[in-house]
């Protein structure tokens, strides 16, 4: 059984970097041919797929967050990390990691088959 834990900082300032961790157990991230994503989920809207990193090492942006966004993984540790630099208060979301059941299906939340329970980020001052 796959399971993805979120992790990271429930409260950004303006500004600043924010930065999440999904820990996987159960299977590994270079796993052939899966991808490892997020979503967030701002209040009252619906989920938007961020970024995601294939098993083979290639990412993949939302064009409106490529210049923000960066995501990354460790292989020895398990876990890929997404960072957002200049947080803004439109960044306030549920963040959730999931795993895409197939890579070439990384941008389709309808296609994951794996998700972690979410991580509350809020970015206030």
């Known amino acids: 059984q796959v399971q993805l834990q979120e992790s990271g900082p429930g409260l950004v300032k303006p500004s600043q970097m924010l930065s999440l961790t999904c820990t996987v157990s159960?299977?590994?991230?270079?796993?052939?041919?899966?991808?490892w994503s997020w979503v967030r989920q701002p209040p009252g809207k619906g989920r938007e797929w961020l970024a995601s990193?294939?098993?083979?090492?290639?990412?993949y942006y939302r064009p409106s967050l490529r210049s923000r966004a960066s995501i990354s993984r460790d292989t020895s540790k398990n876990l890929f990390t997404l960072r957002l630099s200049s947080a803004t208060p439109d960044d306030t979301a549920v963040y959730y990691c999931?795993?895409?059941?197939?890579?070439?299906?990384?941008?389709?939340?309808?296609?994951?088959?794996?998700w972690g329970q979410g991580t509350q980020v809020t970015v206030s001052s």
């Open positions: 159960g299977g590994s991230i270079t796993a052939e041919y899966y991808a």
């Open positions: 990193v294939a098993y083979d090492g290639a990412t």
């Open positions: 999931a795993r895409a059941s197939q890579a070439s299906y990384y941008d389709d939340p309808a296609e994951y088959d794996y």
